[in-house]
Nanobody, 120 residues
Framework: QVQLVESGGGLVQVGGSLRLSCSVS????????MAWYRQAPGKERELVAL???????DYSDSVKGRFTISRASAKSPAHLQMNILTPDDTAVYYC??????????????WGPGTQVTVSS
């Protein structure tokens, strides 16, 4: 069974940094892509950063130049380095992975979410 485990959220002051991590558990899996989404109170969930293939990445305009998504290999945890944080970055951050398994094919999975709060 595939599960996503997130870590690294918390409280940080404006201008500070946080690093989120997400690992995928489960045997016989192929991880096609991993991403971070976020959802602020009263807002829709939005894509923040995506990594796929040979470490190809994409970012939302609001985080370009401040956030970096990375992973050492296709089976390694994905990290989201968040710098120069602002109150607008306050949200619950969700890890997302598109994972292939022999029993289910390619399926999207979600982590439970981790709270990031940026205080002014």
């Amino acid at each position: 069974q595939v599960q996503l485990v997130e870590s690294g959220g918390g409280l940080v002051q404006v201008g500070g940094s946080l690093r989120l991590s997400c690992s995928v558990s489960g045997s016989g899996t192929i991880i096609n892509s991993m991403a971070w989404y976020r959802q602020a109170p009263g807002k829709e969930r939005e894509l923040v950063a995506l990594i796929w293939g040979g470490n190809r990445t994409d970012y939302s305009d609001s985080v370009k130049g401040r956030f970096t998504i990375s992973r050492a290999s296709a089976k390694s945890p994905a990290h989201l380095q968040m710098n120069i944080l602002t109150p607008d970055d306050t949200a619950v951050y969700y890890c997302n992975a598109n994972v292939w398994t022999r029993t289910r094919g390619s399926t999207e999975y979600w982590g439970p979410g981790t709270q990031v709060t940026v205080s002014s």
